[in-house]
């Protein structure tokens, strides 16, 4: 190999491993209907969460609204007004970063609520207008953006262009090009465990919960549940199960809850380090 191409290439896989260093020294946090936040957007962003949902209607005009139910919908709540416009404007004031002087990058997860055939291509086309911010392609810290709720068969994901990444089911058989386009898996909690937050887990459950984590990471992906427990005991629980992203409606505090473990470990060990030397 020429040296020229080798070191190239060496800088190349420094970058990468770099920068998923960084971003594994982060709790991988769930803003789950981001849309319900006092701030939409801004709060899961001022605490550096790893990934953000909106539910979005495509409307007969081709607008897209965010929103839970039909009923919540409203003129001004567009997808484009909550989310894509503020992260564009970011990325302009932090030269091309979701955080200055930060490799971390997050995820968009859009929840398709009207069916993709009338939804998706509208999505693709306004994003499509800012490569630099959503395309990894052009820019490696770009957003991802991660289609879930209405998808495509898996046998059309390659109609899209490769910005767009899908959320994964449990239930489907992917072939390896279609799990390339998997960004990570989504399952439904209350599928695999009743647990309520409160207590312990039961061993079954947590054996049925953990058979499930470990199938997923043999694919090589990351898994989220949805409907979990939202408080102290749910998240770290899932955590030390193995659960990658930790779904949370209490974006503050499930951040602050893993910022104050994370001090106390460092603190502990300083405090190990000063006692042996």
Not at 73 to 82: D, F, I, S, V
Not at 135 to 141: A, C, F, K, Q, R
Not at 192 to 221: N, Q, R
Request: with cysteine; proline share 4%.
């Amino acid at each position: 190999m020429h040296r020229l191409t080798y070191m190239l290439l060496l800088l190349a896989v420094v970058h990468v491993w770099q920068a998923c260093s960084a971003q594994a020294d982060r709790v991988w946090i769930h803003s789950h209907n981001d849309y319900e936040q006092e701030k939409p957007f801004y709060e899961a962003y001022e605490n550096r969460v790893f990934s953000i949902e909106a539910d979005v209607f495509a409307t007969a005009d081709g607008r897209l609204l965010v929103g839970h139910d039909r009923s919540e919908l409203a003129e001004g709540r567009t997808l484009e007004r909550l989310y894509i416009l503020p992260v564009v404007k970011l990325f302009e004031e932090n030269n091309g970063r979701a955080w200055p002087n930060s490799d971390d990058r997050f995820v968009l997860l859009i929840d398709l609520k009207t069916p993709a055939a009338r939804t998706l291509d509208h999505i693709v086309k306004l994003v499509a207008d800012y490569p630099a911010v959503f395309d990894s392609g052009v820019n490696p810290l770009a957003v991802q953006i991660v289609i879930s709720g209405d998808m495509p068969n898996p046998s059309a994901f390659s109609d899209y262009p490769t910005f767009i990444s899908f959320d994964g089911r449990l239930t489907t058989d992917y072939t390896s090009d279609q799990l390339e386009r998997v960004a990570f898996f989504s399952a439904n909690f209350r599928n695999y465990s009743s647990w309520t937050g409160e207590h312990k887990i039961s061993p079954a459950d947590a054996k049925l919960l953990t058979d499930v984590i470990k199938g997923v990471h043999a694919k090589g992906k990351h898994i989220r549940f949805w409907a979990t427990p939202d408080g102290e005991k749910s998240w770290e629980t899932l955590q030390t199960l193995g659960v990658d992203i930790i779904n949370t409606d209490r974006i503050k505090a499930c951040v602050n809850y893993f910022e104050t473990i994370e001090s106390e470990k460092k603190e502990g060990a300083n405090q190990r380090l000063f006692i042996e030397q």
